[in-house]
């Protein structure tokens, strides 16, 4: 993951756009937590460049 | 400089201690791998400087598993530089090459050469002849660490966009052994388009030169687009190295970065 994210910063890809968190099946809190604050997270950092372009060749 | 080596590889071949020894020879102004067998043969040795220093490279080492595995009772001794040494190392590491049937033949690369391809360490621990040069600093890598975030998306798009996907990259790197490649899985990696996608393919290739590339530079001499395909290994080496400790072909016994939990 640590690799990841470096790797996709140097290719120019907000490293932020991928997360891995350890949640038990029994946090339901938790799991509802960590979601809803990516998806907060990913609207700040608004449209992916890799979409716009897939958008731009359909 | 091929007194040395010539001498060296004389003996071992003399004494019966191996049955060839993998390196380059001239013919006909050409540069090619060639297997000495007879000490008689090594006057047309080569050590792949043909107009300047290491201008003739080939992926020794794919040919040294080929060898492996067509005799695997013989020893053989193969021509090595610094990247060539490594990547031995982490062939032994996974198990491509048995320890006690490969002998290494170690050539040093002038300041020169470690300059334009920027190596870490352009001499092999095994060195017979050559320069014990020194490291060259990483300035590709550094120059696009400097671009903000959309500059650098633009600059490997353009780049990956040139692709044509021959699969050179692939075929020639000495560290792709793989009977089966993800980048012809249509589940894995989107098949039948060029360029393909962009940037999954080179990001996926990218990925599993961790703990493999040895930074021979080879990939980006034979690729037709002049991709900068060495920059972004030499970042995958980078990041390893970085986060992880691990030096990639450095040392024999150094865990592979994947039994590494822990960042450091």
């Known amino acids: 993951m640590t690799f990841l994210k470096k790797l996709l910063e140097f290719s120019g890809i907000h490293p932020e756009r991928v997360r891995t968190r350890w949640v038990s099946s029994a946090e339901a809190v938790e799991f509802v937590h960590e979601v809803s604050e990516f998806v907060e997270d990913i609207n700040k950092l608004g449209p992916n460049p890799l979409r716009a372009k897939a958008k731009e060749a359909a | ?264």
């Open chain 2, 1 to 264: 400089m091929s007194t040395k080596i010539k001498e060296a590889v004389r003996a071992l071949l003399t004494e019966g201690k191996i049955k060839g020894f993998l390196g380059l020879r001239e013919e006909s102004g050409n540069v090619m791998p060639h297997l000495f067998c007879d000490p008689k043969e090594l006057d047309s040795l080569s050590l792949g400087d043909w107009k300047k220093s290491g201008d003739t490279r080939y992926p020794l080492n794919q040919l040294m598993i080929q060898l492996a595995m067509a005799y695997p009772d013989e020893t053989f001794a193969v021509l090595v530089r610094g990247c060539d040494e490594r990547g031995v190392k982490e062939l032994f590491k996974w198990k491509q090459l048995a320890e006690d049937r490969v002998i290494l033949i170690g050539i040093g690369c002038p300041d020169e050469l470690a300059k334009a391809c920027e190596c870490e360490k352009p001499f092999p621990d095994s060195l017979i002849d050559g320069p014990k040069g020194t490291k060259a600093e990483n300035e590709k890598v550094a120059s696009i660490d400097k671009l903000e975030l959309d500059e650098r998306f633009k600059f490997w798009e353009i780049e990956f966009n040139r692709c044509v996907k021959c699969l050179g990259c692939r075929n020639i790197c000495p560290m792709c052994f793989c009977n089966e490649c993800t980048l012809e899985e249509a589940n894995l990696v989107d098949t039948g388009e060029v360029p393909p996608a962009n940037p999954t393919f080179h990001l996926v290739r990218a990925i599993h030169m961790v703990g493999r590339c040895i930074d021979c530079g080879l990939c980006e001499e034979a690729c037709p687009a002049d991709i900068p395909l060495r920059t972004l290994y030499k970042k995958v080496g980078e990041i390893i190295s970085k986060e992880f400790g691990y030096k990639t072909g450095f040392s024999i016994d150094e865990k592979s970065p994947f039994n590494i939990i822990e960042v450091k």
